[in-house]
């Protein structure tokens, strides 16, 4: 007998997060919660598609299985995969594919996430590579098909909330990691424990949750998510509003170049007088390098570079930081935008309208008040 399915957790443990949807549970992080350097749990967004599975008791013992075009099928444990194989631990950021999607006008399908559907975690486990050597690939070996243990929304076992997958050669890199520890600490439940696929720079959908088997196949995976419109992004630009039916379109893979300004909070308000302040925020682009952020009071009329410290790994984010003098007490506007090492940046308005709302990296806008209110 199953446990009945969960729709709620007690998000108390999360302060500060924005409550997107509650069945299934989504939450974000305010920009300005995201000013860590390593996102800490309390303030890491949730995503959920369905409903929790059951709780574990015995971590260790969890199991997973490898299966499909693989010489030898694995069923491994938790413990199993601890001994056998060597452990990686990097800072990476999990970004869901639709973050940003609030931007659009008009509203696009999906949950309204502004910037804050996006961390940057230490990530513990091993690479999904090493063990699908030691299953063997076949030639016929293609692409990964994701399967978790939660049911879908209505907590049916029969569906998947989610399944999704990649390319072989993604799966393979190095830095997609098979994770149990988060930031040193054993994997939370909510955040997929006791054991999550982390496949980095590309949407956050592909890191399974709670993961149960991963199917080896000939083909591209075809699970929940995959197909329609989900995760995919019409070939040809469409004009915004359009219902997409019968477009033809393409997966999302990399996620777009994007900065986030972590200090001050949008609304912050400054004491009469202040004439500099620093304005400190992240910057991520999916599988490319962050090449440059630059700074705008003026709308983009001029712009200040920021000083980047670099990330610890590949797929971290960068941390950026800038000083703003200003020329007296008023309203300002901040933005800032990011380049990639393609030499793509950010547009100052959505842009790229799709009807699921993917791919939004408008530049982000914080609004700061010195001295009395006008
Ligand atoms: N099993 C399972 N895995 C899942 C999901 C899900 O609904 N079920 N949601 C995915 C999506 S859309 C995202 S963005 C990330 C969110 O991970 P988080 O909740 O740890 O932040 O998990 C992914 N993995
Ligand atoms: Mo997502």
Redesign the pocket.
Known sequence: MQDKPKAGFDLSAKKGLSLLGET?LVAETPEEFLDDETTPIAR???????LLPPPVENAEAWSFTIDGEVECPLQLTLAELKSRFPHKTFRMV????GNGRSFFAPKAEGNAWTNG?A?SAEWTGVSLGDVLREAGLKKTALFTGHF???PDKHGNYQHQ??SRGVPLEKALEEHTLLVWAMNGEPLPF???GPL?LIVPGW?????????KRIWIRDREHDGPGMTGLSYRMPVQPLPPGSDGEGVETRVLESMPVRSIVTAPADGERFSEGTRSIEVRGAAWAGDDDVTRVEVTLDGGATWIEASMKPPRNRYDWVRWQANLTLPGDGYYEIHARATDSKGRGQPFRAANWNPNGYGCNVMHRVAVTVGREV
Do not use: T, Y
């Open positions: 299934p890491f967004f949730v995503r959920n598609n369905g999990l970004e869901c594919g559907g961390g978790g243990a939660d909330a989610m909510i955040h997929g999550r949407p956050g959908s592909l890191s399974q949750k709670w993961l």
